[in-house]
């Protein structure tokens, strides 16, 4: 120790020293010797890795970077990851590799420092190699230096002992292999490096070495993901890898893991690796929660389960472990709570740690199978009492004598996950069908409830959810797991029906299909099987209320799993006997109350039902037209979006309505569930099509439930291409109601920017050309409420007077007058409400009618003196001439001119070509309107060249001998000695003397020349007048003697002008 401290410390030793600046790579020395000498040798192993470093320009080595590194770089400094997810809905792939790319760090000076705590004094390799400096040249605090992990680091990865490196996310791991010494073998260790915004967080190497301690192989794993990035396999974090399994990828993960980790996982654990190996198994169609199987094996020992519960609140515990819904955890109560068998039933919710992925799990240790009526049920086809009256709430058999299982469903479904799990297929099915009769029994009995109360319940406009938590999408997925049972059982396939033998015997011919309806089990009505039960209780859950749960994460669970549910059955054939339980839910559904996600009144908050009311659409249109669109049409409803939705019933605090009254959701899923909306509405305005009435009743419904206006615009375009197929007439109810859409469109964009008005405006003309004529009469007599005054006259009536559209609709003369003459009304009301804009398009538009005309040229000249610029003056001015009234546009020149400001260095401004046709216009009419407009051009005219380019053009011809209508006011040319133009030319000469001055003040060499020129122009301008050159001659005297310190200015002034 003494020793040591009288050297510096080895962070100031490695990281401070003299020659060790930014422009080399952290621990090495420009121009020095390798690792083992006294410096430290230069030279970047990629330019990548130098550029990073600041070591190599990146314009001078490679391509700029892209703004998409750039981005990734700045969010992956600042921003944690998670931040970043709850930010955005959704983040493309290549996005979350370049943010989790940069977020390892880039100093190598931190890694120096950090490692130059652990000083490796009490390591035995004191070098890889453990041999001394050669020769003993190396002085004892040198050798000191050689010792530090950082300097072995380097050795390391310089050795190519670095390998097996991959980046997971925001963890890196790799193997670092230390080589043999004389007294120690070959070794090699296991090195995993967290890290967060370009920090890291955590090491552990199997050295023995963690916390923030970093040791040689950490160094060298560090030095090799910064040296060399482009070498290290990246993949996103494992939470997004998962995510993007289906089913079969995430069981063969669970397989390879618990295989790999065999060592360390209980029989019970080895029992279901086996099964997970075999392909055809039972596990292998189990869609289901791992953990909840594990420890709900019904001959799992105590002491196995007591080992798991050791282990799961093991993995609890760590901070790092995912949150079951992947977001802040929710408010609803614990497994045990719904249980009688539970232990902490009282629990506090509010003081309940975050739900994780293993809590589920852990509640379940306390589950048993010791219930003798739950033993009755899976052990036995018999187990019936056929003496029970089904008059309470939780009797063990309903009315027929069946078997019921009272349990909260998603554990209740987990049981029968891990009997099929566990090898038991036929105790899975009987638990099964008992808890699907018990969820029809209790489905009736809440409707018979509502029914009961219906009348009071729909005054107050009040609704209640009893289902704390949805069915689907719920992480033990319980309608998944009921539906798969059941489907395998009628799976016509030896290999995974040989627990029901019993049943196959009397299929015959029938193995073409997949799915067969099975001779009917004990405990099935009459004409049931074992499908027509699982289409039933997926329709059930499907149809369930329930509240949207908090977060992404959770949100898009409930569409995937809902829209994979629909996908399922979409695979089945409906027949006869599944159209009836098709009827018979969508009934239940509609009558339900709120139970039911169709019931007359829903929470605002309720998970909306497009998605499967598209389904039941599709699926009982063909059978049952009337029950279809009741179904759909109660289903367009989007209450989180109204501000009048129902409230929560308060009286009840035990529902979820009172839990969250009356905010705003953050639903992430939103822009999906209108989609949806938005393909229910289409849907059925497609199999409408020739039906009045239910057009009608769709479009009502869809003007009072869809409230984006880009999702009515797509349904409007859709019912025209319907409406409008080429190989049938048009259906013009289907094309009103297009037209009607694209109204609802107007009216709702009218007041708001959006990118698409222009395309909606363009196609509504269309729409309503198609329509007929009393239709874009109509868009145009009421104007006022669906366009801009820009849009009614630039668009609308100007597309409705071209003759593609009278063409089009076939107008005789009568119809084509009253259709301009709407139009005209139309431009002169723009005109009045906006004639900047307006007033150009309302005189074209009102050509062919003198009254009209006149009135639009009226409003012009009105507006002139306040709100219109010269530049709009101007343009309706050259209308004017164009159109045969020169005198009219002289009028609106004149009044541009009075707008006009152009100041003596404006000599390139796009109103000067305006300024220069005035004047040949007033030039043009005679001497009389030149006369007048120059005091104009003078008082707004300050630019030399341009009031010389306008004197120049009025000497040149007599005024008026091209003017309109055979006037002539003199055959000779205007004198400049006399008015109007000796005004003009004095203005000039004097512009002229200004504009020198001003620019003789901010003059450098380089733009002596140019000045030279300009004084050349002016000269010109001078000995137009009859006293031009003692002027000029004057003008330049003056200068001289001004400004005689521009010596070398002046003497080009001399040489060209004396």
Known sequence: MAERGQLPHPAKRLCCRPGYGSGCRPGQRAGGSGPGGGTLCAGPSSAAAAAALGLLPLGKTQSPESLLDIAARKVAEKWPFQRVEERFERIPEPVQRRIVYWSFPRSEREICMYSSFNTGADDPAAGPGGAAAPGGAMDAAAADENRLPFRRGIALLDGGCVDNVLQVGFHLSGTVTEPAMQSEPETVCNVAISFDRCKITSVTCSCGNKDIFYCAHVVALSLYRIRKPDQVKLHLPISETLFQMNRDQLQKFVQYLITVHHTEVLPTAQKLADEILSQNSEINQVHGALWMCIVLNPHCKLEQKSSWLKQLKKWNSVDVCPWEDGNHGNELPNLTNALPQGANANQDSSNRPHRTVFTRAIEACDLHWQDSHLQHIISSDLYANYCCHDDTENLLFDSQGWPLWHEHVPTACARVDALRSHGYPREALRLAIAIVNTLRRQQQKQLDMFRAQKKDLLHRGVTSITNLEGWVGHPLDPIGTLFGSLMEACRVDDDSFHGFSDFTENLGQCKALEYQHLPAHKFLEEGESYLTLAVEVALIGLGQQRIMPDGLYAQEKVCRNEEQLISKLQEIELDDTLVKIFRKQAVFLLEGGPYSGLGEVIHRESVPMHTFAKYLFTSLLPHDAELAYKTALRAMRLLVLESTAPSGDLSRPHHIASVVPNRYPRWFTLSHIESQQCELASTMLTAAKGDVRRLETVLESIQKNIHSSSH???????????????????????????LELGLQVMRMTLSTLNWRRREMVRWLVTCATEVGVYALDSIMQNWFTLFTPTEATSIVATTVMSNSTIVRLHLDCHQQEKLASSARTLALQCAMKDPQNCALSALTLCEKDHIAFETAYQIVLDAAT??????????????????????RAYKLATLAMTHLNLSYNQDTHPAINDVLWAC???????????????PLVVKSVKCATVLSDILRRCTLTTPGMV????????????????????????????AYINTTHSRLTHISPRHYSEF????????????????????FTQFIDNLKQIYKGKKKLMMLVRERFG
């Open 712 to 738: 009515i615009f797509k349904l409007a375009q859709d019912a025209f291409k319907i409406a409008t197929l080429m190989d049938s007439l048009p259906d013009i109810t289907l094309l009103k109601v297009s």
């Open 866 to 887: 306040a709100g219109m610029s010269y530049s709009q003056l101007f343009t309706i001015a050259r209308y004017m001439e164009h159109r045969g009234y020169p005198m």
């Open 920 to 934: 040949a216009l007033s030039h043009s009419l005679g001497k009389n309107e030149l006369a007048a407009i120059i």
């Open 963 to 990: 003017g309109l209508h055979g006037r002539r006011n003199s055959g000779k040319l205007m004198s400049l000695d006399k008015a109007p133009l000796r005004q003009l030319l004095d203005a000039t000469i004097g």
């Open 1012 to 1031: 030279i020129e300009f004084l050349s122009k002016a000269r010109e301008t001078f000995l137009m007048a009859h006293d031009g050159h003692i002027q």
